[in-house]
């Protein structure tokens, strides 16, 4: 089984732009789509981006999404940053040989 | 609209089992694969099962396996998770969720419910 890494909190500026990485331990990146979850405090995940770099509707434009298969990893890059964005951030992908999912340990966003 | 509302949580001792149902409204339930995922007290989420639409393939977390039976009721538009021999480390909230493309499992989660509190403890 893989294992997704995320750096564990990051903060920043409002106004400012941040990135949240998720590196996969094995297998490649490219192979399986990444989706990214939000999750403010008290509530339930909803989805930031899916399949690698998607936006559902009603996410704004500063969110989008990456995949870099040099270093095998997703990012997550948030621009204007706005309180409101403070949340954890979740990556997500999956194996189909040994079908699973696997949820990177989560990063904090701090919008300070 | 798509709503998706998990109960059946509670207490209970380790050893014991309990069975979580999810009800699902404003979408057609039977064409879409559904997944149960858990986040312990303080922690990440971790998936815990998928089954496909007609139940013909369900997958496991490996530390579930032989404990946990995935189900589902089209009829009713419910979703079940059985869950047998209890550890403590099972505590979590458990949401349901739903796969986001029809008659097929892509493993992404694009609407959750608001999760059920599972305790397990003597």
């Known amino acids: 089984n893989f294992m997704l890494t995320q750096p564990h909190s990051v903060s920043e500026s409002p106004g400012k732009t941040v990135t949240i990485s998720c590196t996969r331990s094995?297998?490649?990146?490219?192979?399986?789509?990444v989706q990214w979850y939000q999750q403010r405090p008290g509530s339930s995940p909803t989805t930031v981006i899916y399949e690698d770099n998607q936006r559902p509707s009603g996410v704004p434009y500063r969110f989008s999404g990456s995949i870099d298969s040099s270093s095998n990893s997703a990012s997550l890059t948030i621009s204007g940053l706005q309180t409101e964005d403070e949340a954890d951030y979740y990556c997500?992908?999956?194996?189909?040989?040994?079908?699973?999912?696997?949820f990177g340990g989560g990063t904090k966003l701090t919008v300070l | 609209q798509v709503q998706l509302v998990e109960s059946g949580g509670g207490v209970v001792q380790p050893g014991r089992s309990l069975r979580l149902s999810c009800a699902a409204s404003?979408?057609?339930?039977?064409?879409?694969?559904m997944h149960w995922v858990r986040q312990a007290p303080g922690k990440g989420l971790e998936w815990v099962a998928v089954t496909s639409y007609d139940e013909s393939n369900k997958y496991y977390i490996d530390s579930v396996k032989g404990r946990f039976t995935i189900s589902r009721d089209n009829s009713k538009n419910r979703l079940y998770l059985q869950m047998n021999s209890l550890r403590p480390e099972d505590t979590a909230v458990y949401y349901c969720?739903?796969?986001?493309?029809?008659?097929?499992?892509?493993?992404?989660?694009?609407?959750w419910g608001q999760g059920t509190t599972v305790t397990v403890s003597s």
């Open positions: 404003g979408f057609t339930f039977s064409l879409f694969g």
């Open positions: 969720a739903k796969e986001h493309y029809e008659s097929s499992i892509t493993y992404y989660m694009d609407v």
């Open positions: 094995s297998g490649s990146i490219a192979s399986y789509y």
């Open positions: 997500q992908s999956y194996d189909t040989s040994n079908p699973h999912v696997v």
